[in-house]
């Protein structure tokens, strides 16, 4: 059976070209337009990894949306990678960098994303 992978992002373009890249690799992809959507979505169908926004409804929604799934007991488990452009947008000088508290992902990825960058990623941070 091939892994699931959830996208978590309001740009419905991006999403979908990431969608056509992943499958073409053979994962099933299913995508999320928002955050509250998203998690629902992660809690109904256990992805085996979810590529999420940051800056959709809100600017900082992304990063809500990764410590609420890292809090709840059915997609605490579930690895998450930012692929997000908040730090260009915002005019940001410094990185995002993975912890447990604050931003509770297995990686952070600049947008636009390299196709190979993102096939790496997500190969090396997908649950087995």
């Not at 999420?52 to 579930?78: A, P, Y």
């Not at 990678?81 to 447990?100: A, S, W």
């Not at 952070?108 to 960058?117: D, F, I, Q, R």
Request: overall charge negative; aromatic content about 4%.
């Amino acid at each position: 059976m091939a892994q699931k992978i959830l996208i978590i992002d309001d740009d419905a373009d991006f999403a979908d070209a990431m969608k056509t890249l992943l499958e073409v690799k053979g994962y099933t992809v299913n995508t999320a337009l928002n955050g509250e959507e998203g998690v629902k979505k992660a809690k109904a169908d256990a992805p085996d990894l979810i590529l999420l926004d940051v800056m959709m409804t809100h600017k900082t929604e992304g990063f809500d949306v990764s410590r609420s799934l890292h809090d709840d007991e059915k997609t605490k488990t579930i690895p998450v990678v930012l692929v997000t452009g908040i730090r260009k947008d915002m005019n940001l000088g410094f990185k995002f960098e993975p912890d447990n508290d604050w931003l509770p992902v297995k990686a952070v990825l600049e947008k636009p994303v390299k196709p190979e960058v993102l096939i790496k990623t997500v190969q090396e941070n997908i649950r087995k």
